[in-house]
C-alpha cells in the first residue's frame, strides 16, 4: 500500500468516540487553499439520525476552532524527518498554514451541509 494512501481510525471502548487519523493523503494538496468538505462515513451500529446532530457537529468544529496557529506549529515541527514524510520546513509551514486556513472556514462549510 501507498504511504500516502494509508488511513487509520480508532474507536475509544469507554467513550465511543471515534479519532481518524490521515496518514499523507490529506496533505497532498497543501500548496494550494481549499475549502474542507463534508463526509460522512458509515460508522457500524450508528443510527443513520446521529449523523446529523447539529449540536455534537457544533461542538466539534468549536474544538477545532480552539487549535491556535501555535498548536499547528507545534504539531507539524514533530513530523518525521526526511524520505517519504517530506517534511524539510517550509513543506512542514505549508503544510501549517494550510490547516490554518481549513479551520478558519471550517464552521461556514459545515453550516451550509447542516442546512442542506
Not at 461542538?59 to 476552532?65: D, L, M, P, S, T
Amino acid at each position: 500500500m501507498d504511504w500516502r494512501r494509508r488511513y487509520a481510525s480508532l474507536s475509544g471502548l469507554t467513550d465511543g468516540k471515534i479519532y481518524s487519523i490521515d496518514h499523507g493523503d490529506c496533505f497532498g494538496g497543501t500548496g494550494a487553499s481549499s475549502d474542507p468538505s463534508p463526509t460522512i462515513a458509515d460508522v457500524p451500529g450508528l443510527a443513520d439520525d446521529l449523523k446529523k446532530r447539529a449540536g455534537d457537529i457544533r461542538a466539534g468544529i468549536a474544538k477545532v476552532e480552539a487549535v491556535t496557529d501555535h498548536d499547528l506549529l507545534v504539531a507539524v515541527a514533530q513530523v518525521p524527518v526526511g524520505g517519504p514524510w517530506q517534511s524539510q520546513a517550509d513543506r512542514r509551514l505549508e503544510i501549517a498554514n494550510w490547516l490554518a486556513q481549513r479551520r478558519s472556514r471550517l464552521r461556514e462549510v459545515i453550516e451550509k451541509w447542516l442546512k442542506s
